[in-house]
Structure formats: structure tokens, C-alpha cells
């Protein structure tokens, strides 16, 4: 990770309230910047049509005050910065190494030649070198990524935790980098925003690990620098699950109206422990 001035970012999806595993991302990634003297952002990652809410937008920049941490420029929002992502995409296009998929996630479940990666079923790449394909039906933008890592040859990135890691994009196979539903993905968009904004460290929990592989290739390809990684451990509810917005986490919302003292979760995450009961996570 870098020693001088850093730049760090929180990038929230304004899909739902903040909980605490949301609150230990921030407040990591807001003092690494505060103890190098260097900036901390907020980014708004609004990119889902379908779930995006204003009032959640409002929601995450109540609960981050809650909590006493200040970012320093105005909130960055994916949403208004679609121009950038479709450049990217179109020198992706201009070398040949996206192409047009029409399936569905029901076409992929059911397919018996999809095969397994760490997080369950890889495109079997159906749609992969098809013939004049039929541009007018709504389709998605997939990374060809055995083409991609023969173009960018052997990448490594570096975590504060794993050490030097060895890329292996396709772990994660032929990612979705335009979805059918909106002009863009995380994997595309989160690698266009940490370069634009200058961000040279993130800070981000252990679920996130695999995707770093895709976005350290996108960053060759690209011609984009590669920021320092901290993946850091998740916290654990009392029922043994990690805390995630589909699992309906408590939120810092609840927490707030409840009367909880917002000093003693952020002394918590500063002092390396979980707050309230909760456990980090052995990974």
C-alpha cells in the first residue's frame, strides 16, 4: 500500500441502508487516507436502474456523518458518468476482446456445459464467436478473457494482507461488462472510477477479493494504474452468516434510532475488533 499522500474512496450502492459491514469499510478506508494526509472519497455506484433509490442516497451520507467521518470533495455519481465508461468500452471493442451475449441467467443455470468457479456456475461462452449477431436484440457486453489475458501476458496486483497475487481473471471466466439493463457493470465501471479519481488505495471487504483478478486486467488493457489492495476481514452475525442488504442486515438506521453510541462502532473498527456482538471473519 502506498506510504505518502493517498487517496481512498467508499463506493456504496444506493440499493438499500448502510449496516455495520458497510460502516468498517468506510471507516478503514477513511482513516488510511486521514493518517497519510492524503483525500477520502464518496462515490454513489447508482448504476442499477431497478434498485437505485434518492432516498437512499440521502441515507448513506446521514449514516456516514453518524459516524463522524467526512469525505472531501462532492459525492461522485456513477450515474453521470456513463460517457466514460462507454469510451472504455469501445477500445475494448476497437481490440476485439468483448462480444455480444444474448443469454439469460436461466439459459446459463440450465446449461450443462457451464462450468464451476468459485462463486458457483462460469458462462459456457454460448455466445462467444457468433456470426453476425443480431445487435437489435437486447444484449450484454462479455469480456472475452482467454483472448484478454494472451493480449496482456502474466499481471500480478499487490494486497496488504495476501501479498503479491498472481491475476487469474478467469477465475470469475467471461464477466459482463454492459448489462442487457444498464450501459455498464461494477467490474467496467469500478475500474474506469478508480483511475479517473486518482484513487491509489482500496480499501474493501474480503468478498471482493476475486474480483480484483478481473480488474487488474481491465487496468492493463485499459492503460489504466493499478492502486494498492486491502481486503479486509467481514463481519459475522450471531447467526453465522455474513452481513449483506439481501440477508437484511441491521442497519446503521436502526442502529441511530435505537440510541447507539456511533463512537464506540467506530472505536471498534479502529481497535481491530467487531462491535456489538458481532466477530470478524477467519479469512
Not at 239 to 253: I, N, T, V
Amino acid at each position: 500500500m502506498s506510504l505518502d499522500l493517498s487517496t481512498t474512496r467508499f463506493a456504496p450502492s444506493p440499493t438499500g441502508r448502510l449496516h455495520l459491514g458497510h460502516a468498517m469499510s468506510a471507516v478503514l478506508s477513511h482513516d488510511f487516507a486521514r493518517a497519510r494526509g492524503g483525500r477520502f472519497l464518496l462515490r454513489v455506484e447508482d448504476i442499477d436502474p431497478g434498485r437505485a433509490r434518492e432516498e437512499h442516497i440521502a441515507g448513506i451520507e446521514a449514516d456516514l456523518r453518524w459516524l463522524g467521518l467526512h469525505w472531501d470533495e462532492p459525492a461522485v455519481r456513477q450515474s453521470q458518468r456513463l460517457p466514460l465508461y462507454a469510451e472504455a468500452l469501445e477500445r475494448l471493442k476497437d481490440q476485439g476482446l468483448v462480444y455480444p451475449c444474448f443469454c439469460t441467467r436461466a439459459d446459463i443455470a440450465r446449461s450443462a456445459t457451464a462450468p464451476h468457479g468459485p462463486e458457483g456456475p462460469l458462462y459456457p461462452g454460448t455466445c462467444r464467436g457468433l456470426i453476425a449477431p443480431d445487435l437489435d436484440r437486447p444484449h450484454a457486453w462479455r469480456l472475452d478473457v482467454a483472448k484478454a489475458t494472451a493480449l496482456a501476458g502474466p499481471l500480478t496486483w499487490c494486497d496488504e494482507r495476501a501479498g503479491i497475487v498472481d491475476a487469474r481473471p478467469e477465475l470469475l471466466g467471461d464477466v459482463v461488462l454492459a448489462r442487457k439493463d444498464a450501459p455498464v457493470s461494477y467490474h467496467l465501471a469500478v475500474t474506469v472510477d478508480d483511475a479517473t479519481q486518482g484513487v491509489t488505495d482500496v480499501i474493501r471487504g474480503q468478498d471482493l477479493f476475486l474480483s480484483t483478478h478481473v480488474h487488474r486486467l481491465l487496468q492493463a488493457l485499459l492503460g489504466l494504474p493499478t492502486p494498492g489492495y486491502c481486503h479486509h476481514r467481514l463481519l459475522i452475525g450471531p447467526d453465522g452468516e455474513r452481513l449483506a442488504k439481501r440477508h437484511g442486515a441491521l442497519a446503521l438506521a436502526d442502529l441511530r434510532a435505537e440510541g447507539v453510541d456511533p463512537e464506540s462502532i467506530v472505536a471498534a473498527f479502529r481497535q481491530g475488533r467487531a462491535p456489538l456482538g458481532f466477530r470478524l471473519s477467519e479469512d
